[in-house]
């Protein structure tokens, strides 16, 4: 059996009960939670800040992972870590110098992944893999949760395990949006180690759903 994390995207959770749609989750076995930060400008749709990361912080120790689709992580960054963030996901779209966040984040031991859109080249971002944690390849132009899966993105997820394997990099490879257990299986089986869902997870139920996509 493959060892998949499960990181739940906390967007389609019932906000009014945080604490025990976490706590759910937790029992089920996620690895991790995903944070989506959206600022109504790097995509068209505004969701949490810092102060929900706080009260998720509160409530599991397990790694965080903040989503930032804003245009200023450069910015914002380190009101995410002082919430509770664990590591930060920057777009590589983002209209920022990627290279010179990456410097900061290096010197000052801030943990971080990078993040490609659907249509994005992998090799636009090889650079950057040695020290990032994760490698996350959207599956979805971002902006919404509940989108369909984009099945064109299965070759860069082979495409980048195979450089992942071959520069011994310890990069994890992780896919974001439209994940369920059929396109998850697909994933998987082209070298994603984790999958994020906030739909497939939270419109169904918890336990099953996460049991599912570990077991693929
Ligand atoms: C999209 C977000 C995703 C999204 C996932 O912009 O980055 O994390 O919420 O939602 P589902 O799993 O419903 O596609
Ligand atoms: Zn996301």
Do not use: W
């Amino acid at each position: 059996m493959r060892n998949i994390e499960v990181s739940p995207s906390i967007i389609s959770s019932d906000l009014s009960d945080l604490r025990s749609e976490i706590k759910k989750c937790e029992d089920a076995g996620a690895g991790s939670f995903h944070l989506d930060v959206m600022d109504g400008n790097f995509v068209d749709n505004i969701t949490m800040g810092p102060d929900l990361i706080r009260a998720v912080r509160k409530s599991t120790k397990l790694r965080l992972d903040a989503h930032l689709m804003i245009n200023r992580p450069d910015k914002y960054y380190r009101d995410f870590l002082s919430a509770g963030a664990d590591v930060l996901l920057i777009h590589y779209e983002s209209p920022v110098d990627i290279g010179e966040l990456i410097n900061k984040f290096e010197r000052d031991g801030i943990r971080y992944g990078i993040v490609i859109n659907p249509d994005t080249e992998f090799r636009k971002v090889k650079k950057y893999l040695p020290g990032s944690e994760i490698l996350l390849i959207m599956s979805v132009y971002p902006g919404f949760s509940g989108q369909k899966f984009i099945n064109s993105i299965i070759p860069k997820i082979k495409e980048a395990s195979d450089y992942i394997k071959s520069e011994h990099l310890k990069t994890r490879i992780e896919v974001d949006g439209g994940i369920n257990d059929i396109t998850g299986k697909q994933c998987v089986e082209n070298g994603a180690e984790i999958l994020v869902s906030a739909s497939y997870i939270f419109n169904n139920d918890i336990y099953k759903s996460i049991q599912t996509l570990k077991n693929l």
